[in-house]
């Protein structure tokens, strides 16, 4: 049976106890690791690179709000439980994405629905790109050429004016085909973030805010693209199976 690993944030000692006795009769989920603040979080997240994370949200020094904004910045998927004694953060949660929102005290069966929820978001995630195969390719008319541009070699696809154009790292290429005609080739692990654009979501290293929208950026590469505030959710929750964590 597959193994989901979770981190567990409270600076309650009682409460961290509490969560391993619920979690201990559950073989799927494993914890890894445990914190008493935000810093601690932080850097365990970054260690062990965790699947799920318990996060309290008053803890001393960087609360865990505020951690779980750092750890998105360079985790943008991984999956957040607030549990809590503070209902007012609840909005801003699921803001930054949060997979579900827990006050105490904590009720087994509402952890255990939330731990499911979790849970099937990863392995939905996760069988989008079991079926690639890393030699397909994208064929496209471009300027009178024909072109075969293997599909992991693309950053993502924009849509330009009239036309239609395909970034890799340093190369673009022009196509006068829609991007929902080029979108219809492309596999699981490609999706329109955007209205003008569709992203390979196995290339994001980082995706930042940037007014009311977010940019996504790519591993070895200075160009960016555009995730639209309505998409931004769907998009991390698709990309746990693509940063491997």
């Known amino acids: 049976m597959e193994s989901f690993k979770i981190i567990i944030a409270d600076d309650n000692a009682t409460s961290r106890t509490l969560l391993r006795h619920f979690i201990h009769v559950l073989p799927q989920y494993k914890i890894v690791a445990e914190a ?15 699947d799920i994370v ?16 750092i750890c998105k910045q360079a985790v943008p998927a991984l999956q957040i439980i607030f549990i809590t004694g503070y209902d007012e953060f609840a909005v801003e949660a699921f803001e930054i994405s949060a997979t579900d929102y827990i006050v105490k005290p904590i009720e087994r069966a509402r952890l255990f629905r939330a731990l499911e929820k979790a849970r099937k978001l990863l392995e939905l995630s996760r069988q989008n790109c079991l079926s690639i195969k890393k030699d397909k390719r994208l064929g496209l008319k471009s300027h009178g050429s024909i072109l075969f541009l293997p599909l992991d070699d693309i950053l993502f696809v924009e849509k330009e004016s009239r036309k239609t154009v395909i970034h890799t790292a340093n ?33 994001i290293v980082k995706i930042e805010p940037a007014g009311e929208t ?28 693509i940063h491997d964590i």
């Open 36 to 50: 008493v603040n935000g810093e601690e979080f932080v850097r365990l997240v970054l260690e062990e690179k965790p």
């Open 214 to 241: 977010y940019l996504a950026h790519f591993r070895d590469s200075h160009k960016i693209a555009y995730i639209s505030k309505l998409k931004i959710n769907e998009v991390q929750r698709k990309i746990l199976d």
């Open 171 to 203: 190369e673009r290429y022009e196509t006068t085909e829609t991007l929902s005609e080029i979108g219809d080739r492309l596999d699981g692990c490609f999706f329109k973030t955007h209205r003008s654009y569709i992203v390979n979501l196995k290339k």
């Open 54 to 69: 318990l996060v309290d949200i008053n803890m001393p020094g960087l609360n865990g709000m505020e951690a779980v904004k």
